[in-house]
């Protein structure tokens, strides 16, 4: 798949192992935030989590399956046989459904042992979970060893993220630059009135976890992240340079 620069350009079959991909993703994901979960508060907290998640999540995830079923036409068909625009539908139902757990899982540990301990795990599951992503893209981009930059760039577009927010890259001649120009997170609290959402410490953990798990001789500079003040254009900026 080196050669494609995002799932839009690839083919049926591409984005088939794409999709496959990320349902391993978010399992594993899921795996990280219990183990966390029980490390930081024991097994009987963790699995009352673990219920409360699901709990919330079964109807979301229900409602996606029923609403790719009724654009694929209703009918059963293998993943290669879906038109790739329907492909392209499952992917982002994928991704939003990831996005719900991480942040139900959040909740289940904030509201039961306040915002600190949330924080505590979460960190701690991007440390976890940011090295696997990249490992996962790397295999299924093929990127090799050490692509460096301009692999981690490619790499950047293949994230579960990147299904769900906008974001961009640009050069600075050997540096590479990367914005996340429209968080899903935060635009949702924007549109409340609520202020940006604490994210640094996390930011931090997860991009430069990701960039070493694509090439371990990046090196991980924050540019700006909440709760840092930030343009209009980005909500948060990050530099990669070996």
């Given amino acids: 798949m080196i050669n494609v620069t995002k799932a839009e350009d690839c083919t049926s079959l591409q984005l088939t192992e794409f999709i496959l991909d990320v349902l391993h993703r978010i399992s594993v994901h899921q795996i990280f935030w219990f183990r966390e979960v029980e490390k930081q508060l024991g097994s009987a907290k963790a699995l009352q989590a673990s219920d409360y998640v699901w709990q919330k999540l079964h109807n979301n995830v229900s409602d996606r399956i029923n609403d790719f079923i009724n654009a694929a036409g209703g009918t059963t068909k293998t993943l290669t046989d879906l038109p790739c625009e329907k492909q392209l539908q499952l992917l982002d139902n994928l991704a939003k459904y990831w996005l719900a757990q991480d942040g139900v899982w959040f909740q289940a540990v904030e509201f039961s042992e306040g915002m600190a301990q949330a924080k505590l795990c979460n960190d701690t599951t991007w440390k976890y979970f940011s090295p696997f992503e990249a490992q996962s893209v790397k295999k299924l981009l093929g990127l090799g060893e050490h692509p460096g930059l301009k692999g981690l760039e490619l790499a950047l577009n ?16 050997d540096t590479l630059i990367f914005e996340m120009n429209d968080c899903r997170v935060q635009s949702a609290r924007k549109r409340k009135g609520l202020a940006d959402y604490p994210c640094k410490s996390a930011g931090i953990v997860e991009y430069s976890c990701f960039a070493k798990g694509i090439d371990e001789k990046i090196q991980t500079t924050c540019l700006g992240c909440p709760p840092d003040n930030h343009p209009e254009q980005w909500f948060c900026s990050w530099k990669f340079k070996i």
């Fill in 158 to 173: 293949f994230r579960i993220y990147g299904r769900i927010n906008v974001q961009s890259t640009h050069w600075d001649k």
